[in-house]
T-cell receptor, first 114, second 110 residues
Framework: ETGVTQTPRHLVMGMTNKKSLKCEQH?????MYWYKQSAKKPLELMFV???????ENNSVPSRFSPECPNSSHLFLHLHTLQPEDSALYLC?????????????FGSGTRLTVV | DQQVKQNSPSLSVQEGRISILNCDYT??????FLWYKKYPAEGPTFLIS?????DKNEDGRFTVFLNKSAKHLSLHIVPSQPGDSAVYFC?????????FGTGTRLKVLA
C-alpha cells in the first residue's frame, strides 16, 4: 500500500476515554506531522517528527501525546479530551525538507468528543 | 497572528470561466508557496507550488502568480470545471513546515 494511511477514519469518544490515532506511510519520507483542522480555522500544526525525533510541539495540551516508533509510523494518543477537541486530525509526511514538493496527507480521522 | 490569510471563505464561478483564489502573507522570509485542494472526507492534495524567486508557475489549467512586493499570491483555474469544486488552501513554507490559510470553498456551477 502506498501513500499515507490513517486509522480510524471516524472516532467518537467520551471525555474520560483513552484512544489512539494511527498514521502509516510507505513513501520513504523522513518527516511526519500531526495537524488539526477545525471549522473556519487554518490547519494547525501540532507536532513534527524528523527521523523519529520530535522537533516541534506547537504548544499542544498534554492530553495529546504523540509517539513515533520509526519513520513510517506515527501515533497520537488521546486522553481526557474536551468537546472543543472535536476536529479533523490529519497526518502528513514529507522528505526532511518539503520545499516545493509539499506534504502528502492522509485522509484524516474525524474525532468527536462527547 | 495569522501569517497566511485567505480572506474569501467561498467563491462561485460558472463552468468554463476563470476562477481566481487569493492569498496574502506577512512573512517575507517564506521561500515556497503552495496550493492544496481538499475534497470532503479526504486529506488535502498538493496542487501546485511556486518558489519565492519566481512570479509565475503554470501547470495545465492551473497558474499561480506571486507578487512579492504586495505579499500576495493567487491561483487561476482556466477553464473551471465542476470537478474543481473543493476547498483550496494556500500554504507558505519556512524551513521544515508549512503554515496554512483558512481555505476558500470553490463551487463551479454547471
Amino acid at each position: 500500500e502506498t501513500g499515507v494511511t490513517q486509522t480510524p477514519r471516524h472516532l467518537v469518544m467520551g471525555m474520560t476515554n483513552k484512544k489512539s490515532l494511527k498514521c502509516e506511510q510507505h513513501l520513504g519520507h523522513n518527516a511526519m506531522y500531526w495537524y488539526k483542522q477545525s471549522a473556519k480555522k487554518p490547519l494547525e500544526l501540532m507536532f513534527v517528527y524528523n527521523f523519529k525525533e520530535q522537533t516541534e510541539n506547537n504548544s499542544v495540551p498534554s492530553r495529546f501525546s504523540p509517539e513515533c516508533p520509526n519513520s513510517s509510523h506515527l501515533f497520537l494518543h488521546l486522553h481526557t479530551l474536551q468537546p472543543e477537541d472535536s476536529a479533523l486530525y490529519l497526518c502528513a509526511s514529507s522528505q526532511d525538507y518539503p520545499g516545493a514538493r509539499g506534504y502528502t496527507f492522509g485522509s484524516g480521522t474525524r474525532l468527536t468528543v462527547v | 497572528d495569522q501569517q497566511v490569510k485567505q480572506n474569501s471563505p467561498s467563491l462561485s464561478v460558472q463552468e468554463g470561466r476563470i476562477s481566481i483564489l487569493n492569498c496574502d502573507y506577512t512573512n517575507s522570509m517564506f521561500d515556497y508557496f503552495l496550493w492544496y485542494k481538499k475534497y470532503p472526507a479526504e486529506g488535502p492534495t498538493f496542487l501546485i507550488s511556486i518558489s519565492s524567486i519566481k512570479d509565475k508557475n503554470e501547470d495545465g489549467r492551473f497558474t499561480v502568480f506571486l507578487n512579492k512586493s504586495a505579499k500576495h499570491l493567487s491561483l487561476h483555474i482556466v477553464p473551471s470545471q465542476p470537478g474543481d469544486s473543493a476547498v483550496y488552501f494556500c500554504a507558505a513554507s519556512g524551513t521544515y513546515k508549512y503554515i496554512f490559510g483558512t481555505g476558500t470553498r470553490l463551487k463551479v456551477l454547471a
